[in-house]
Structure formats: C-alpha cells, structure tokens
C-alpha cells in the first residue's frame, strides 16, 4: 500500500472507531475535517506535480 492509502484507511478505522463508542456528530464533523484536509494535501501535490511538468516541458 502506498502512502495515501494506508494514512486513509488508519483515518478511517480510527473514525469508525469512535463512532461506534458513539460520537456520532463529533464524528462527522471530525470525518468533514479529515476529508477536507486530504483533499487540501491532494490539491497542493497536483500543484506541485503541475508546477514539475511545467518546468519539464518550459
């Protein structure tokens, strides 16, 4: 497994975790949070992949 997915599947087995000890509305509050972030860090990385191919092809 690489990086991302073993981060995102621990996230989410310690999300699961919690939310079955029921706390379901920190849960999704603390899963929008999570998501949000990892969609934050996958932006950055396209723009860093971007900003290389560019470099690449200038």
Request: proline content about 0%.
């Amino acid at each position: 497994m690489d990086k991302w997915t073993m981060r995102l599947t621990a996230d989410c087995s310690a999300k699961g975790t919690q939310h079955l000890s029921g706390g379901g509305r920190a849960y999704e509050q603390q899963a929008t949070n999570t998501y949000y972030s990892i969609y934050q860090e996958i932006k950055v990385l396209s723009g860093s992949i971007s900003d290389v191919g560019g470099l690449i092809a200038g």
